[in-house]
């Protein structure tokens, strides 16, 4: 099959949905398939180990140059640039399906002539609606989400059958890893303490004040927290943290890349992930459990979905609940035993049910595409 990604901020930024597009790509090239991604001119660029996919770049206008009527007219007004440029390409290469990621995209089956073959889905990472997405979706061939919860949540807006992928991880490059005592001791962790570590966008929807506050309730053990990453909310976590006596314990580290991330994962002993928005995946919380560490994680969105509810390779606890987080660190921090066995059971959830290779075979099959080539269909 002929698949295209269309995403302006595919070669331009990184993140969750970024990611998520090339590793499909990289996935579905592997799956035999002939991949495009079109995106706007920018560096930003996944190691395609020289698999044969086509990634096409297009001048757009950024967000920040518009009349600030609002964030979402911003981005909207950023695609359309970019959708001028890149339009009569997609026409031309008549790709048998288009995978569009945000509501904000949803014009594309309206930019195509008419009688065009390509097909639309929507992939879905989030709720970013918009007014006039339930209409615009009628062209729309099908959903996918990347949860159960997320499912739900397009369902309830456009009222149509939506299909469940799941996002991935890369296994080769998050997984289990020696630790690197001299890298722990520069982090400031002694060889007895116990670090929970989070590391993703340092904002007040992830929750991080919840951990801050829980830290001072676990007494009487050597319990650091570690949080990488950067936003806004570090100045008023830091002022938590000192107010509560708790500031030698809060190790504050700058994002790294995703290359960085399994060694500092290694480094730790239990991710944490409060969330206090909802997550429709939580691709950090997969990410640090296919490093092998078991996780407490809030009750919200599709994390309970990655985790699972029968606390082998975690626990969750109820959405901004400080004196259940504290108890649950506590318990793992208690039993070096216990976290050894919910790692190695993460490790394996995530191998087993969440890699890019699954999700790839999820999105073909939702569009009604074998693995490795199209279904036959019934002549009409």
């Known amino acids: 099959m002929n698949i295209a990604f269309i995403d302006v901020t595919t070669t331009v930024f990184v993140g969750g949905i970024q990611t998520a597009v090339w590793q499909l790509a990289i996935a579905l090239a592997d799956l035999g398939h002939k991949v495009s991604i ?16 086509v990634v096409r770049t297009y001048a757009f206008t950024p967000r920040e140059k518009f009349p600030n009527f609002g964030t979402r007219f911003r981005k909207l007004a950023e695609r359309l640039s970019f959708a001028r440029q890149a ?9 048998d399906w288009v995978i569009l990621t945000k509501p904000l995209d949803f014009f594309w089956p309206q930019l195509m002539p008419s009688g065009h073959p390509t097909r639309f889905a929507f992939m879905s990472g989030g709720t970013d609606f918009m007014r006039g997405d339930r209409w615009l979706a009628k062209r729309l061939d099908v959903l996918v989400a990347c949860s159960h919860f997320n499912a739900q949540q397009n369902y309830s807006r456009f009222k149509r059958p939506v299909a469940v992928m ?12 020696q630790r690197d005592q001299q890298r722990r001791q520069r982090l400031g962790f ?45 100045p008023r976590l830091k002022s938590w943290a000192s107010a509560l006596g708790v500031a030698g314990r809060v190790i504050f580290h700058p994002a790294v890349g995703h290359d960085e991330l399994p060694a500092l994962y290694a480094c730790a002993d239990v991710g944490i992930f409060p969330a206090l928005g909802e997550e ?10 296919a490093c092998g560490l078991p996780v407490v994680a809030s009750y919200n969105g599709g994390m309970p979905e990655v985790v699972g509810n029968e606390g082998s390779c975690g626990e ?21 035993e216990l976290r050894r066995q919910m ?11 969440f890699t890019w290779g699954l999700a790839a075979e999820r999105l073909l099959a939702a569009i009604g595409v074998d693995a490795v080539g ?7």
């Open 343 to 353: 790692g190695q059971a993460a490790h394996e959830r995530i191998a087993t049910l």
């Open 316 to 336: 969750l606890f109820s959405l901004g609940d400080i004196d259940a987080c504290a108890k649950l660190m506590k318990k793992l921090a208690l039993s070096a």
């Open 280 to 289: 429709a995946f939580g691709i950090a919380v997969a990410e640090a459990m």
């Open 87 to 95: 339009r009569s390409e997609v026409i031309a290469a008549s790709h």
């Open 190 to 234: 002694t060889s007895d303490e116990v670090v929970f570590v989070f590391a993703g966008r340092v904002i007040g929807l992830k929750g991080l004040e919840v951990a801050v506050r829980a830290l001072p309730m676990v007494s009487g053990i050597p319990v650091k927290l570690l949080i990488v990453g950067n936003g806004n909310a570090v």
């Open 38 to 53: 079109y995106g706007g001119d920018g560096n930003n660029r996944a190691d395609l180990g020289g698999r044969d996919i």
């Open 374 to 380: 199209p279904e036959p269909r019934e002549e009409s």
């Open 166 to 177: 799941f996002n991935g991880v890369d296994i080769d490059r998050f997984r289990p890893g």
